[in-house]
């Protein structure tokens, strides 16, 4: 199962945020190194803010571009904050 990692961009949606997960890339000839920033849309259980760092995986398709789950909050110290109470 894929687990990613990425920083919160948007909360404007209902229950949704806006992730960008950031990658580093080596161009095959040249060997340059340069970034690589995908936005995924990620359903919000939590209620995470702008900022956040959050760790997300796959899930059963919620929506037509939701396709994901948060996993955990890191915060940007990087400690854990619990899970919410429901």
Same mark, same amino acid.
């Given at each position: 199962?894929? $687990?990613?990692?990425? &920083? #919160? +961009?948007?909360t404007?949606?209902?229950?949704? @945020?806006?992730? @960008?997960?950031?990658?580093? #890339?080596? *161009?095959?000839?040249? &060997?340059?190194?340069? %970034? !690589? +920033? %995908?936005?995924? *849309? $990620? =359903?919000?259980?939590?209620? $995470? @803010? #702008?900022?956040? $760092?959050? &760790?997300?995986?796959?899930? !059963?398709? /919620?929506s037509?571009? &939701?396709?994901?789950? /948060? +996993?955990? /909050? +890191?915060?940007?110290?990087?400690?854990?904050? =619990? %899970?919410?109470?429901?």
């Open positions: 199962m894929k $687990v990613f990692q990425g &920083k #919160v +961009i948007s404007k949606m209902p229950r949704t @945020a806006t992730v @960008a997960v950031e990658r580093v #890339v080596t *161009h095959p000839m040249y &060997k340059k190194r340069y %970034k !690589r +920033i %995908k936005k995924y *849309h $990620v =359903q919000d259980d939590f209620g $995470v @803010a #702008v900022g956040e $760092v959050v &760790k997300f995986s796959p899930s !059963r398709p /919620i037509k571009l &939701k396709k994901w789950r /948060i +996993i955990g /909050i +890191i915060d940007k110290k990087g400690g854990k904050r =619990q %899970k919410p109470s429901s």
